[in-house]
């Protein structure tokens, strides 16, 4: 999937094939999608909103969440949350959606599975600095956020989708954070750091995920020093 420029969402079934369109809001920019496959949340960065879509795997078509029958809701995709959403992810368990947003606050959102992905605010948590980015380790027992200050780690009830801050030993405060990357194991946590000269590059720095969810910064930390680095992939093999 991709976004196109007049603020819509695209589906590609195969190079070359046929494009499927779905209204987004304006500014449309990150995606959501949880572990099953079955929702995705857009970002819209110039409405202050995330839409959300249902999808059953049988074709392209993705619903809106707009509530039903059985749990009428008075709102109904998009939904407005009054800031701008910078980056958004679910919690592995698919029943919260964390936001970061642009007023410097991260925001956890309830998803209902039986209303097609409809959301509801439960809280809203203070940032100190700009919010550069947001992850979560596979069990979803805790949360990184990286903001212009360093790295938060908060741990999650997971049934209720409470954040409570780990207070880290040592602070992690690099200069210049772009982003917060947990490798697919979730023994590892990633910040990357870069600058505004291209001439000036960036860094990689690797930190071990202890069983609290406090971190230990590697011994060869940076791990690489690339340029400008703006996002990470990793390879997985699954069996």
Not at 22 to 43: C, K, L
Not at 142 to 168: H, R
Not at 212 to 222: E, I, S
Request: hydrophobic residues 40%; glycine residues 12%.
């Amino acid at each position: 999937m991709k976004f196109g420029t007049a603020c819509d969402l695209l589906t590609y079934i195969t190079p070359g094939g046929n494009v499927t369109t779905f209204n987004a809001g304006a500014g449309a920019g990150p995606i959501a999608i949880d572990s099953a496959g079955r929702f995705v949340y857009v970002a819209n960065q110039g409405a202050s909103s995330i839409s959300a879509y249902q999808y059953f795997g049988t074709s392209p078509e993705l619903i809106e969440a707009k509530g039903n029958f059985v749990l009428p809701f008075t709102d109904g995709s998009p939904f407005a949350i009054g800031a701008e959403p910078l980056a958004l992810i679910v919690a592995p368990n698919e029943e919260f959606l964390y936001v970061l947003c642009g007023d410097q606050t991260l925001r956890v959102f309830a998803i209902d599975y039986f209303s097609g992905g409809h959301i509801a605010q439960l809280s809203s948590i203070s940032l100190v600095g700009q919010p550069a980015g947001i992850a979560t380790e596979p069990t979803g027992r805790f949360i990184y956020v990286a903001d212009s200050t360093g790295v938060t780690a908060f741990s999650v009830n997971t049934q209720s989708g409470v954040l409570t801050k780990i207070p880290p030993s040592p602070a992690i405060t690099p200069a210049n954070i772009s982003g917060v990357y947990v490798e697919p194991s979730g023994k590892t946590l990633y910040v990357t750091t870069s600058t505004s000269s291209p001439t000036q590059g960036g860094s990689i720095l690797g930190f071990t995920i202890n069983g609290d969810g406090t971190l230990t910064a590697f011994t060869g930390n940076p791990l690489a020093t690339p340029n400008q680095p703006s996002s990470m992939v990793f390879s997985a093999d699954i069996k």
